[in-house]
Structure formats: C-alpha cells, structure tokens
C-alpha cells in the first residue's frame, strides 16, 4: 500500500499542472501560476515521501517526469505564449484578468511569433528525457530543473500584476526580451552547468551547508522583494551552485 502514496503525490501534481493549463490558455494568469507552485510542492513531496517510504520506482520516476512535463513545461510554454502575444498588441492596456479574449488571441491576426513561447515545452521535454537515463544526476542536477525555470516565467506575469510600473511593464513585454529569456531558458534547462539539488539525507548544517544558506537567502529575497524576487534567487541558484562546484575541486 505504502509503495502508492508517491504516486498519488505525483498524480496531484498532473492533477495541479492540467487546471494550471487550463487557466494559462484563459490567460488567466494568477491562477495558473498558483497551480504551477501547488504542483511543484507535490512534486518535491512525492520524491520525500518516496524516500522516507523506501517505496521508489521506475514506473514512479517516469511518472514524476509526465507530470513536470505538463506543470514545468507545458504552461510555462503557454505563459510564454500570452506573454509574447501581449508584447505585440500593447496587451498591458487591456484586460490581464482572463475575462477578456482579446489579449489571448489578437496576437496572431499579424504575427506567429507567440508560438516561439512553445520553445520552452520542447526544451523542457528534451531535459526530462535526458534526466531518466542520466544516471549521474542522482544528487544533483546537470542543467537548470524543470521546476525552478517554471517558476521564473510564472513570475514575469506576477511582477506586471503586483509589482509592475511603467518602466518594469516594458522590460517585460518587450518582445526582444522575450525571445532572449525564451531562448536562455532552453539553453540553461539542457546545458551541462551542474546544480545541487535541495535533498536532504541528513539535517547536519555541515553537509548540508549550500542548502541551508540558498533557503534562508531566498526567504530573505521574497520577503523582501515579493516576485522580484524569483529571477533574482533562480540566478543565485546558477551562481552558487557553479562558485561551489569550482571550490570543490
């Protein structure tokens, strides 16, 4: 029985990342962005409770890896999408709340460049594969995780929600921007910068140094800067990681 709770995690995590895409495609933003973290809080307790349970499996793994496939990779794709498709019409002057069809879909009367949104999906599902077959990412990551890069873009329409001003508003929504951030994130989701990963074997701050100081410089970071703060601690995940992996040689 105990070998099924992880995979009932994991199955919420499907469950969150289906009603995030649905309210992505409305362009219902918010909303989607608080299922694409409910899904990302199943998918870091699924591999918990797979440990503390001794219940590992193949057919889990696999199934962890759909599920990031649609919550990590598909709607931040579909975020993209609108993001990209707002950057061509001024979309900021219109209705952000999802009541309105307009900012979904007027994009495409003279562009097809929000598709360049789906580059994101693509390179989350080339990484995923890899990471099934990578027998060396056991205790780390080879490559930005699929969670960590959704919930940077999730941020970007957060900041224009909550934090945006007229300067913020057209970073964002430049569409130079876009296709930049677009294209870095498939490059840092299947590049080969090693990552540590937040897996704890033991509460020992000696060996696990790197990790207490990321979450306390993170909670320092969103208390202090809201959704600013989750480019800024997605980049000092990178920087940490590669300063400490140099140090350890």
């Known amino acids: 029985m105990k070998k099924h709770i992880p995979q009932f995690i994991t199955m919420l995590n499907i469950l969150c990342g289906c009603i995030a895409t649905v ?26 409770a797979a440990r503390m349970l001794d219940a590992q499996s193949e057919l889990g793994i696999q199934l962890d890896s759909l599920a990031d ?3 990590s990779g598909l709607v931040p794709g579909i975020v993209m999408f609108q993001l ?3 950057s061509q019409t001024g979309g900021w002057n219109l209705d952000f709340s999802g009541t309105s069809e307009t900012v979904t879909w007027i994009g495409l009367k003279n562009s097809f460049l929000p598709f360049f949104g789906f580059l994101i999906t693509l390179a989350s599902a ?11 990412q056991a205790t780390s990551f080879i490559g930005l995780p699929t969670p960590a890069n959704a919930l ?32 870095l994130s498939s490059y840092l989701l299947n590049s080969r910068i090693e990552l540590f990963a937040l897996k704890f074997k033991n509460w020992s701050f000696k060996d696990n140094a790197l990790r207490y100081i990321f979450i306390i410089v993170s909670l320092v970071l969103l208390l202090t800067m809201k959704f600013l703060a ?15 992996k140099i140090g350890d040689r």
């Open 230 to 244: 989750v480019p800024a601690i997605v980049f000092f995940y990178i920087v940490s990681s590669m300063v400490y």
């Open 126 to 136: 080339y990484r995923l594969a890899k990471f099934n077959i990578d027998e060396n």
């Open 152 to 183: 940077f873009m999730l941020s970007l329409p957060l900041i224009l929600l909550y934090q945006g001003n007229d300067y913020l508003n057209q970073i964002i929504l430049n569409p130079w921007f876009l296709i930049i951030i677009t294209i």
């Open 69 to 71: 496939l649609i919550t």
């Open 23 to 48: 309210f992505a495609v409305l362009n219902m933003l918010e909303l989607a962005a608080l299922f694409v973290f409910l899904g990302i809080v199943f998918d870091f307790f699924d591999g918990l």
């Open 84 to 86: 990209l498709s707002m």
